[in-house]
């Protein structure tokens, strides 16, 4: 089991920034792939953006492109989400992810409780 707890979402105006912040506990963190979601209220979640073990692969949606960075600490046992040129689109709940899997690249199997993000018009 892993367990993933995330934090730094808030409240931010258009154009702002924010990082989330995922740590997590458990088995050995750095057996996992990484990966951050996202629900707006209404609709389905939705992939954000992954990572993989060795930190080589990096995987984005395509809206978030250019505007959003994942990146791991493996020794702090935390993944991070730099979210810039926040747009209110952008406005959701957002969940941190755990995979196995070669490189990190399977299915995510291991989810946190969320954090809040809102962004003002």
């Known amino acids: 089991q892993v367990q993933l707890v995330e934090s730094g979402g808030g409240l931010v105006q258009a154009g702002g920034s924010l990082r989330l912040t995922c740590a997590a506990s458990?088995?050995?963190?750095?057996?996992?792939?990484l990966g951050w979601f996202r629900q707006a209220p209404g609709k389905e979640r939705e992939f954000v953006a992954r990572?993989?073990?060795?930190?080589?692969?990096?995987d984005y949606t395509g809206s978030v492109k250019g505007r959003f960075t994942i990146s791991r600490d493996n020794a702090k046992n935390t993944v991070y989400l730099q979210m810039n040129s926040l747009k209110p689109e952008d406005t959701a709940v957002y969940y941190c992810?755990?995979?196995?899997?070669?490189?990190?690249?399977?299915?995510?199997?291991?989810w946190g409780q969320g954090t809040q993000v809102t962004v003002s018009s």
């Open positions: 992810a755990a995979a196995a899997g070669y490189n990190g690249l399977g299915n995510f199997d291991y």
């Open positions: 990572i993989s073990i060795r930190a080589d692969l990096t």
């Open positions: 458990g088995r050995t963190f750095s057996n996992y792939g």
